[in-house]
């Protein structure tokens, strides 16, 4: 067991331009998790899916921002034509639905900045 | 009116002391829940499950009231390395909601 992944840790970006992020959830987990977080706030939900389906997007999420998990294991998380306001730590977690309480286990994150 | 609120903190206490986190949610059909650690800059990490009928693990005791729709955190003896942002977490029907957080420092 690795761990929940995510790439890069760090992504530098002018405003305007396209960036994608990727998780790689723990192997056996079917659960899958988006969260972004700011500065003195806690995880804001963004999305999840259960193998290969989202099963929820959040109606706080614009259309600038897509996620697919194509063949239920790793997912990619995109934001087109970046705002500066995008800017913060994009969280990925997994969990095993099978699992008590079903926890989630969380990657290290991909730090967005925006300039 | 936000699904999942915490106390907002912060928490300055001193070594040894007892300190109460509570959470309160607006799912009432909400399944599990949780309370997490994060320390600064790091991901979330998991602290406790709750359960039902209250449970404890050393020395922090989860409780969780479905008629109130709260959940509470109880750390007893606080130790510096306690210090941390704690944050409640509570599923819905898949979806996992987190509290905003509250700031826990423990000082000597």
């Known amino acids: 067991d690795t761990g929940v992944s995510q790439d890069p840790r760090h992504k530098i970006t002018k405003r305007g331009q396209n960036v994608t992020f990727r998780c790689d959830p723990i192997s056996e987990h079917n659960r899958l998790y988006w969260y972004r977080q700011t500065l003195g706030q806690g995880p804001e939900f963004l999305t999840y899916f259960q193998n290969e389906a989202q099963l929820e997007k959040s109606r706080l999420l614009s259309d600038r921002f897509s996620a697919e998990r194509p063949k239920g294991s790793f997912s990619t998380l995109e934001i087109q034509r970046t705002e500066q306001g995008d800017s913060a730590m994009y969280l990925c977690?997994?969990?095993?639905?099978?699992?008590?309480?079903?926890?989630?286990?969380f990657g290290n994150g991909t730090r967005l900045t925006v300039t | 009116r936000k699904e999942v609120e915490q106390d907002p903190g912060p928490f300055n206490v001193p070594e040894g002391a007892t300190v109460a986190f509570n959470c309160t949610y607006s799912?009432?059909?909400?399944?599990?829940f949780f309370w997490y650690r994060q320390d600064c800059r790091k991901e979330p990490k998991l602290l406790m499950s709750v359960y039902s009928s209250g449970n404890e693990d050393g020395r922090f005791t989860a409780q969780l009231n479905r008629a109130s729709q709260y959940i509470s955190l109880l750390i007893r003896d606080s130790k510096l390395s306690d210090s941390a942002t704690y944050l409640c977490v509570v599923n819905g029907l898949g979806d996992m909601r987190f509290g905003a957080g509250t700031r826990l420092t423990v000082k000597p």
């Open positions: 977690a997994s969990s095993d639905t099978l699992e008590g309480g079903s926890p989630l286990h």
């Open positions: 799912n009432s059909a909400s399944q599990s």
